[in-house]
């Protein structure tokens, strides 16, 4: 079963459970993913739908940090409400060492050995690790092990 597919099941669950929250969260990502769908004019992978999703997430978890720092804790609340609903359509989160492994044997594959080959060697993690860590903090342990 494709994601799309799981999505649209689980739209059709949250409909007959009343679940309003859960429903909103998913028509979002369901509606991020037609948009994409329609201005690229293509349909999307799984890949590609985890990448939207893993964008949804990122910019919910800043929304979030804004509205703690406004000591807006109820909109915080919705947003990481929602970052839940999203979450569990996304493969399971890998820990740091599984992300240092893979970033060992990357550097082993491409044979990267400075900074000037930071792209060739997140050109091959990349696709690994989409939506399963956070690439902010990947990028920074890519920068410690080239520089």
Do not use: C, H, N
């Amino acid at each position: 079963m494709t994601l799309i597919e799981r999505l649209k099941d689980e739209q059709k669950a949250a409909m007959k459970a009343k679940d309003k929250p859960r429903l909103g969260a998913i028509r979002l990502a369901m509606a991020a993913i037609k948009q994409r769908e329609v201005d690229e004019k293509i349909t999307l992978s799984d890949d590609d739908v985890l990448a939207v999703l893993t964008k949804m997430v990122k910019q919910r978890r800043d929304s979030a940090a804004q509205y703690e720092a406004a000591e807006r804790q109820d909109l915080a609340d919705a947003e990481l409400a929602e970052i839940k609903v999203l979450e569990e359509f996304m493969p399971q989160p890998l820990s740091e060492d599984e992300v240092v492994a893979l970033l060992d044997a990357a550097i082993a594959e491409t044979g990267a050995a400075s900074m000037q080959d930071m792209g060739k060697l997140m050109a091959v993690l990349k696709p690994q690790i989409q939506g399963r860590a956070d690439m902010g903090k990947v990028s920074q342990l890519v920068k410690a092990k080239l520089g």
